[in-house]
């Protein structure tokens, strides 16, 4: 008998818990032709923000020996044109789509929110808590609970889709970041973003970036991502959203039994376009081969 694959996380269900990860896959559609997009749970478009963003200057990409650097800098079309360009293209897709949102104030995000709930397809949020807080001087939203729980508090209240909230390694205690998003009332935990890092030309002795420092993706955070999947999931209640270097379907199955509802694919999926579909078979045949019905049946399902 073939597995049951779908997962229901915060009130929707998904066909089965392999997902893209924000950023590295346009807004879905642009990938239709790469990846067979109804084969996987979902795609969670590039961070949209309510003013169009140019991005950081190029160079924007550098592959190191076990990852890759990227400083996009949130480009992105904006809110209007999302909603008119592009919103129309994703709706046919057959797939969950899951909108990521930014911004630089709580105002930015609020503005965001109250257009997407004017889109019944669209069933869940992502808030990406990287971005700049300017009122804070431009560090990062998700790097206070007391921001944390103020920005989730205020989008919960008008939301009328799920929201998922996408927590930085860069803080000095996630856990305690995810308990203050989880009282707030997020419905779902996404870890982790970026780890802040950097590469230089040692002959120019100029950075790789043109935005000097980017963040670090790809199988070199797999492990520490794993790791904070599994603390997150001994002190939470609320599903958890595993993403950080999955480059081998292995990589996926672990990542569910450390504790993650579902996973996403970021970098993992550049150099091998078809790794989400082999996921899903390699999930597939992980629970026949184990005597396991369900997919639920090993989140959080590790011997300790
Ligand atoms: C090129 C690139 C662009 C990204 N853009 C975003 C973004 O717009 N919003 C966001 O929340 N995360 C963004 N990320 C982070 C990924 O969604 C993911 O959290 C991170 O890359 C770790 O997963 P991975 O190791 O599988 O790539 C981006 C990552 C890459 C590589």
């Given at each position: 008998?073939?597995?049951?694959?779908s997962v229901e996380i915060s009130g929707v269900r998904l066909k089965?818990p392999?997902l893209?990860?924000?950023?590295?896959?346009?807004?879905g559609?642009?990938?239709?032709?790469?990846?067979?997009?109804?084969?996987i749970g979902g795609v969670v478009t590039?961070?949209?923000?309510?003013?169009?963003?140019?991005?950081?200057?190029?160079?924007?990409?550098?592959?190191?020996?076990?990852?890759?650097?990227?400083?996009?800098?949130?480009?992105?079309?904006?809110?209007?044109?999302?909603?008119?360009?592009?919103a129309?293209?994703l709706e046919?897709l057959d797939t969950e789509i899951i909108v990521s949102v930014?911004?630089?104030?709580?105002?930015?995000?609020?503005?965001?929110i109250?257009s997407l709930n004017e889109l019944p397809f669209i069933h869940i949020v992502e808030l990406?808590?990287?971005?700049?807080?300017?009122?804070?001087?431009?560090?990062?939203?998700?790097?206070?609970?007391?921001?944390?729980?103020?920005?989730?508090?205020?989008v919960r209240?008008i939301a009328r889709m799920a929201v998922w909230?996408?927590?930085?390694?860069?803080?000095?205690?996630?856990?305690?970041?995810?308990?203050?998003?989880?009282?707030?009332?997020a419905d779902a935990?996404s870890?982790?973003?970026?780890?802040?890092?950097?590469?230089?030309?040692?002959?120019?002795?100029?950075?790789?970036?043109?935005?000097?420092?980017?963040?670090?993706?790809?199988?070199?955070?797999?492990?520490?991502?794993?790791?904070?999947?599994?603390?997150?999931?001994?002190?939470?209640?609320?599903p958890?959203i595993?993403?950080?270097?999955?480059?081998?379907?292995?990589?996926?199955?672990?990542?569910?039994?450390?504790?993650?509802s579902a996973?996403?694919?970021?970098?993992?999926?550049?150099?091998?376009?078809?790794?989400?579909?082999?996921?899903?078979?390699?999930?597939?045949?992980?629970?026949?081969?184990?005597?396991?019905?369900?997919?639920?049946?090993?989140?959080?399902?590790?011997?300790?």
């Open positions: 008998m073939r597995p049951n694959l089965n392999i893209l990860a924000s950023g590295t896959a346009g807004f559609c642009e990938i239709a032709d790469l990846v067979n997009l109804s084969a590039k961070t949209i923000t309510p003013l169009p963003r140019e991005g950081n200057p190029p160079p924007r990409i550098w592959e190191t020996p076990c990852g890759m650097l990227n400083s996009i800098g949130l480009q992105n079309p904006g809110l209007e044109a999302f909603l008119s360009d592009i129309p293209e046919k930014g911004g630089s104030s709580i105002d930015d995000f609020v503005k965001i109250n990406n808590l990287s971005c700049p807080n300017v009122a804070e001087g431009g560090i990062h939203f998700g790097r206070e609970a007391k921001t944390v729980a103020e920005l989730v508090e205020k209240g909230v996408k927590l930085s390694p860069q803080t000095s205690d996630i856990v305690e970041i995810a308990r203050a998003a989880e009282g707030a009332g935990i870890v982790i973003n970026t780890f802040p890092a950097m590469a230089i030309d040692i002959h120019s002795r100029r950075p790789r970036l043109g935005g000097i420092t980017g963040g670090l993706s790809g199988a070199a955070v797999h492990p520490v991502a794993v790791a904070t999947v599994y603390a997150l999931a001994q002190k939470i209640g609320i958890i595993g993403i950080g270097g999955i480059t081998r379907p292995e990589d996926a199955v672990e990542m569910l039994i450390a504790g993650a996973v996403q694919i970021g970098s993992g999926y550049f150099s091998n376009t078809r790794l989400p579909e082999e996921c899903v078979d390699f999930l597939t045949d992980y629970l026949v081969q184990h005597g396991f019905n369900s997919v639920e049946d090993i989140i959080n399902s590790a011997e300790i």
